[in-house]
């Protein structure tokens, strides 16, 4: 979504709202680069993806159900409803530019944590929790520990 006035293509999005029927979404975003506020009507975006589970089971990407991952994950911890927008967007733009239509539920669950890690960290070791399917608690406790090696690669 390129800035309507300076045209800059890095905007963030202070709020979110669905529109009634299947109309989309109408956010309010604003530039990264000149500042300015502008509302956008933006239709749900389909991502072609497939996702490989754990299982080997291959299931369409949703993005309802990435965000609500997060949402619990982030239940009662301080962290803005569109910082979690803003996440999976950043996500989903790195998952447009791939060359493949396939990935693993893992490394998504990896690109979310390793931005997550810098939201909130309560939130994101529930993430893991959930997301790494850990066989015990000392294999949580050193991916805890080893959580600071983390980069922003993925
Ligand atoms: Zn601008």
Not at 77 to 102: A, P
Request: hydrophobic share 35%.
């Amino acid at each position: 979504m390129n800035c309507p006035y300076c045209n800059f293509g890095n905007t963030s999005v202070l709020e979110s709202r669905d529109l009634p029927g299947e109309l989309g979404l109408r956010r309010r975003r604003q530039c990264k680069k000149c500042g300015k506020r502008f509302t956008t009507h933006e239709n749900v975006v389909h991502i072609d993806l497939k996702v490989i589970k754990k299982s080997g089971k291959v299931e369409q990407y949703d993005r309802e159900k990435l965000l609500k991952g997060i949402n619990k994950a982030c239940y009662k911890r301080k962290v803005e409803q569109v910082d979690m927008e803003n996440l999976v967007d950043e996500i989903e733009t790195k998952l447009l530019n791939r060359k493949t239509i396939e990935i693993k539920s893992s490394d998504i669950g990896k690109m979310v944590l390793s931005r997550l890690y810098k939201l909130d960290d309560l939130a994101y070791m529930r993430f893991a929790s959930v997301y790494m399917d850990f066989p015990n608690a000392a294999a949580f406790q050193k991916f805890v520990a080893d959580s600071k090696k983390l980069t922003i690669k993925n």
